[in-house]
């Protein structure tokens, strides 16, 4: 709890620069989420400049959702580069399982060590083993199921392995938190787990163990979107109040509604 | 009307995978919208995965707004499939008219089969007869303008054609609809034709008729475009009150509001 | 003042078609503020279109926020045919200075001599010499520290030129405005900078001096960015509040909130 606290004040006060290679259909979404919880988002994918653009970021997104040939390179550059310069990075792997191609560029993104990988249940099964099959971007299978795929998937990858959706599961081996905060009317929003993997690479830039700043990522997430669900009539209205909450967002907030257990050790 | 309530009663229970190739404006905007009237959104353009996508989604919408060289062949590669496996697709010919590279793209998809046009009266009128020239992607003219032009291209493409604008026109063949819903601050927010686009794709997956699953969703737009516009203040509130009118719908507000007049048979 | 009252009511009385060639993170973004202000956005970058387009829109907009080698000749090609019509464009250098990539783009485009180049502090620094680093695409220093790199640059490239901030500076050689209005909080919405140079784009469709265009679009800006964080409780609200009070912004509103002065001939 109390570096869940700590991380957001030292987030606020780096405002690290993130960068993100994502998908076309969250990615303001994302850049004001982390605007609003005090970062500095940053989105470049030409194979031109992702050198250098490495050299100046704190860490890393990498999201397929919307990949193709040029874009799937731009990921491999830098995450290659994140890679040797020890620079953080979370991998998002937007429907896992849905087609060949997205699989083939999983494994060769996984060839350099993402610091975690977020996704949702059915994405993380199918990373886990070959013959789970996905309904597109949203998950058929709830958190729990995918729990032993998720510690299989971090042993194997040496990662932290995020599974969210009702409840957010964060492994790490054989240790794991379960989140039991956030709202039904999240999943509504589009890339509302997209969002939730920019705040990792937020929080990756301010504590280098990548468990707690995923633990703190997925809190901070849910606490957040607790408060804006209680405003919102729908998920339009949604969206919007939690920016406003993130931005606001008090340690009293946090410490009243987070329900977070630990397992492991 | 019955057929509209109960489209919308199982566009909510199956909950169709929508796939969308869409412009970069709008991507946000019709992701959200899907979600909030219960369909779920797949936004996918590589060539090399457009194959398997189409095997596992029930429709698809194309859109040509920010077309270019790699798109284009995403859209034809996609509306091949979805022709090949009779899985219905809508087309929105953003800018039809303004360039002769989008007047060929749009000759070159329609060979194959869409079930669906939707565009505004100068889009309808520029692929209906070629010496008509649009102002960029927004209409000079009134749908009613359009309505001849619309007989015409349906008869033409075997297609339902939808002229959408202060009022919807909904044509097939000699039987045309129209519904006297929406409000006029809706030509405000960016994208709202190409969400209007987007929901009858969701609603193509629910009804096995173009005609009925078009008229389904344009009531719905503009019914819930009216329950948001009495909320908004301007453009940017309409936009999150819509998502929530979306999500909120009840047949009765559906049947309270709904202004449509069927004409032939 | 009277210009920019006059400008306001010319924009929305001619609802001139903005062509914008911007990044995928704010294209939503300014194409709704365009339409919020009255103005009519089209967004396209196709490179055997971009002559066609050229041809029927009123002013152009480019910005490099999320540039590769295709998109970079999509600019080349439109700045190129802009200024062959004498069609004013505005750039925004959105990471000036972060790149190599970024600096070799941005001399490409100066040769096409842009009518106004608004950027931020950090970005208008790395234009005007070259020893000065940005971090990322957020200003690390203030408006007034770059005025005089300001004006070098605005006589060297005899462009107008506009630094954003917490004050905003609009310079034309030896002459110059500072406008005092907006709100901090607008610093937390992604792309409010891209919007103030689409609204340029905009006005330079009315006002054939470059100078009196900018001064209207940024004191507009600042004006209804004051109206929507007097609405706010975050960056989330303030968003779409900015888009209603740039839709229902009055000649009051503006002479009683603006807080311009001007200097030199």
Redesign the interface.
Known sequence: MNSILSNLSSLREK?P?VHSIT???????T??AL??IGA??????????LD??LT??NTLVVNI??????WVKSMLLAAKKANEKHLPWVLDPV?AG?????NETLTRLLAFHPAVIRGNASEILAMAKENV?S????STNSPKEALEAGKRLSVQTRSVVCISGKEDYVIDGSRYAVIANGDALM?????MGCTATAMVGAFLAVDNDPFQATVSAMAIMGVAGEIAARK??????L??????????LTPNQITDSLNITQYGN
Request: glycine share 10%; aromatic share 10%; no cysteine.
């Open positions: 405002s620069l998908n076309f259909v969250v990615m303001n979404n850049a004001n605007l609003a500095s988002p940053i989105m470049a994918h030409a194979h031109k400049e250098d653009m100046i970021v959702g919307t990949l193709d040939e040029y429907g849905a087609t060949p191609f997205r099959t309904k597109g971007v949203d999943a509504k929003v589009t890339g919102a009539e729908g998920p339009g209205t969206q919007l109040h939690f920016y406003d909450a993130l931005f606001n």
